[in-house]
């Protein structure tokens, strides 16, 4: 075979904005690509390893010879191996095998840039372009309204390895699968968008996705990256949005990673105490270093751009924030001011933030973060991090903190299901119900409710209702819809069985019947995230363990009142204040028979009556059902 032929895509102008950490789209130019040059077909290689003396291709198509086809180092220093090789094309696999300058150290290693990977366990690049056609012109025309924040976003998060599985052959459904009944399943259930647990190539099912070694490869688990594409278009076509779950925050050891890339530590910093994860065992990106900047900025604007993703769901932003994270004292060193932030990761959070709002005004990036650093998704030229939202973490756990007690103790924890709002607004917040909840012995979420089944499956269907009258976007992962009475496992399928039973499917009705009422209500998203769409009415009702409120939207007659009743005591002629006088209407019951509730307490019409409760002039008298919310609208 022809040997290395001289060729690069780079210009010099790529090459000041990768050494300076600005190149945005380094997925251009890195990798394999194939061409056609002088006339002849092949594949122009580029791989950035400063550190190695010499770098060759190696891969089925030389017999994995070392030596065999030589790259070429640019002479401007930026450490970028090139070259173009004859007769190589889509579908062939290959490595990069680098000799390095440190203690003549040889390794083998998969492009950081490959577009697609080999079947773990094998650990090949491979050769790959598409063309693929994609026909969700309308959706990207109007996305802008579908992920504002002044939109409803109801997402429903899934691995796709265990949503549903292939039971005669007991596999993974493929993308072309999980194209006709995921897409299916998430419209009929009206959420707005999926989040999909990382789909970028990563060696150990164990890890569910977040160890990642291929950054620009959708896993070869499930098909081909056509055919992942073709799995968002069909959500688009369905006016589903699509986050993906993205992992800046660390990466494995496997040797053909990016650890150690060259010899090096080329991706990693090289301070173990700031480069190397105690808890998840494994290396940390060097914030600090530019090139590392443009290949992480480069891998987030390659998924919005490639695969038209509406979002990033940014993996562990705590661990990134702190110098001390899971540290102990002698584990660290301060910032050059004496704190515990990480200010290049500050820094480089910051510029992702403006480069994928800059060149895609229409997403949002989601930051999971569980402290109490401040603005997170404030814009950053006001000295926020940038991020469109934030996980309210605090929400999550006092919430399922306080539902996991007794009814009959509830009245001495009224403050733990009220804090939330005394900072709701500080952030715009995403109220998560999320696979982190529901493993390593933490029990389903209805595993968590107490009482007989009856008052369990009252109290899941109050939770959810209460969390979607909430302030704030919504996230429930997989099976939580339909009250899945396991732990997840991620080897296994999620129970659909159950909902041959009535409480099991009179919670997904609920669900379906509350992402709609979420969608319909634009008091319930329009001021999503700021003070002026929420007001209490009380939240001192301890005794009788009641919560009464008042969302609004942007029209003064888009407003819902919204009672929850925290106990299985039905509450009739209860007294609410309510902001002025009129006829006002039942609009949602969580213990509507068609949910497995009761049915025996509904409110008709209601007429205001001019008595003074609560600091209001007019109030009304409602029947609230056991362990339910209901709520009302003005007619």
Not at 84 to 95: D, L, S
Not at 141 to 168: C, D, I, M
Not at 173 to 191: D, G, R
Not at 230 to 237: A, E, G, R, S, V
Request: charged share 20%; with cysteine.
């Amino acid at each position: 075979m022809t040997k290395v032929i001289p060729h690069s895509l780079f210009t010099d102008f790529d090459i000041n904005l990768f050494k300076s950490g600005k190149h945005y789209r380094l997925y251009e130019k890195m990798g394999a690509h194939p061409i056609t040059l002088n006339g002849v077909a092949g594949t122009y290689f580029a791989v950035w390893a400063p550190s190695a003396k010499q770098v060759s291709v190696v891969g089925d198509f030389n017999y994995w010879t070392d030596g065999s086809h030589k790259l070429n180092v640019r002479w401007d220093e930026s450490g970028i191996w090139e070259g173009f090789v004859p007769g190589v094309q889509k579908g062939n696999a290959y490595k990069y095998k680098i000799h390095s300058h440190h203690n003549n150290i040889i390794t083998e290693k998969a492009d950081p840039y490959a577009r697609r990977s080999e079947h773990p366990p094998k650990t090949a690049s491979i050769v790959w372009e598409d063309a693929y056609q994609w026909k969700d012109a309308k959706w990207m025309k109007n996305r802008h309204k579908n992920n504002a924040l002044t939109a409803p976003f109801s997402v429903y998060e899934v691995h796709l390895g265990s949503w549903k599985k292939q039971v005669e052959e007991n596999r993974f459904l493929s993308y072309i699968e999980l194209t006709e009944e995921l897409v299916a399943y998430v419209k009929k259930m009206n959420f707005t968008h999926v989040e999909l647990m990382p789909v970028m190539e990563y060696p150990y099912d164990p890890s569910w996705g977040y160890q990642i070694t291929g950054y620009f490869a959708p896993s070869s688990r499930f098909g081909f990256p056509e055919e992942f594409k073709f799995l968002i278009d069909n959500l688009h076509k369905n006016n589903i949005g699509i986050i993906l779950d993205w992992v800046p925050s660390h990466f494995p050891e496997d040797q053909h990673g990016l650890g150690f890339f060259d010899g090096s530590n080329l991706y990693e910093h090289p301070d173990k105490n700031r480069g190397y994860h105690p808890d998840w065992k494994s290396l940390i990106f060097n914030y600090g270093r530019n090139e590392v900047k443009s290949f992480l900025i480069s891998n987030a604007i390659f998924w919005l751009d490639q695969f038209h993703a509406d979002g990033l769901r940014v993996d562990a932003v705590a661990s990134m924030l702190f110098l001390d994270y899971s540290r102990e004292e002698g584990e660290w060193e301060p910032n050059q001011f004496g704190g515990r932030e990480n200010l290049e990761a500050i820094t480089f959070m910051q510029e992702l933030n403006i480069a994928v709002y800059g060149n895609y005004p229409d997403v949002q990036t989601i930051a999971e973060e569980s402290t109490a650093f401040p603005g997170v998704s404030k814009p950053v030229y006001l000295g926020g991090l940038g991020f469109g939202m934030k996980w309210m973490m605090g929400w999550m756990h006092d919430t399922l903190q306080y539902f996991s007690k007794e009814p009959l103790y509830r009245k001495h924890h009224q403050n733990d299901i009220t804090f939330s709002m005394t900072y709701a607004f500080s952030e715009n917040f995403m109220l998560p119900l999320s696979h982190d909840e529901v493993v390593h012995g933490k029990r389903s979420i209805l595993n968590r409710m107490p009482g007989d089944e009856w008052q369990r499956f009252a109290n899941l269907r109050l939770l959810y209702s209460y969390m979607f009258t909430h302030p704030g976007t919504k996230l429930l992962f997989q099976g939580a819809e339909f009250g899945q009475s396991e732990e997840w496992n991620f080897e296994q399928s999620l129970d659909w069985h159950l909902l041959q039973y009535k409480p099991h499917l009179g919670v997904q009705k609920l669900m379906k019947d509350l992402n709609k009422f979420y969608k319909t209500q634009p008091a319930l998203y329009e001021k999503q995230f700021i003070q002026e769409g929420f007001e209490w009415i009380d939240y001192s009702d301890a005794e009788n363990s009641i919560l009464a409120y008042i969302r609004k939207g942007n029209a003064s007659k888009d407003m819902v009142i919204v009672v929850c009743n925290m106990t299985p005591v039905p509450r009739e002629n209860y007294r609410i204040g309510v902001p002025k006088k009129g006829k006002l209407t039942e609009v949602f019951n969580s213990d509507n028979k068609n949910y497995f509730g009761s049915g025996n307490f509904t409110n008709n019409t209601i007429i205001t009556e001019a008595k003074e409760w609560q600091y209001r002039e007019n109030s009304i008298e409602i029947v609230i059902p056991p362990l339910a919310m209901v709520a009302f609208k003005y007619i």
